[in-house]
Nanobody
C-alpha cells in the first residue's frame, strides 16, 4: 500500500482546508488511519485518527471541534477537514495507516507501518 497526501497550502487564520490521503494498492477498509503533523523543531504529533471501521475517532484537544477525519472507502481516500485554522496549526501533515493496529486508534507514530509523504499546511496570522 502506498499513501499520497495532498491538499496543503498557504491560508489565512480562520480559513478552512481539506487534506486528502489516497491509498494505492490496497483498500483502506481494513486499516486504521491517522493524521499526524510535525512543525519545525518539534516532534511529530497525533492530530486525528480512526479505526478500520470508522466508528471510533479521536482528536487531539487543540483541534477538537475544528477538525474532522472521515473516509470514503469507494474512493480509497481519507480526509482531514480543517476549519477555523490557526497559525499554530502550521506544520507538515502526514497520513499513516496501520493494519496491525486496525481495531483501535493509536496515538503513537511507531504503530503505523505505512506513511504518506506529507503535505505542508501554513496558516498566516
Amino acid at each position: 500500500v502506498q499513501l499520497q497526501a495532498s491538499g496543503g497550502g498557504l491560508v489565512e487564520a480562520g480559513s478552512s482546508m481539506r487534506l486528502s490521503c489516497v491509498a494505492a494498492g490496497h483498500s483502506f477498509s481494513t486499516y486504521a488511519v491517522d493524521w499526524f503533523r510535525q512543525a519545525p523543531g518539534k516532534e511529530r504529533e497525533f492530530v486525528a485518527g480512526m479505526n478500520w471501521s470508522g466508528d471510533t475517532k479521536y482528536y487531539r484537544d487543540s483541534v477538537k471541534g475544528r477538525f474532522t477525519i472521515s473516509k470514503d472507502n469507494a474512493r480509497n481516500t481519507v480526509y482531514l477537514e480543517m476549519n477555523s485554522l490557526k497559525p499554530e496549526d502550521t506544520a507538515v501533515y502526514y497520513c499513516a495507516a496501520s493494519a496491525n493496529a486496525a481495531g483501535y486508534v493509536s496515538f503513537t507514530p511507531t504503530d503505523f507501518e505505512i506513511w504518506g509523504q506529507g503535505t505542508q499546511v501554513t496558516v498566516s496570522s
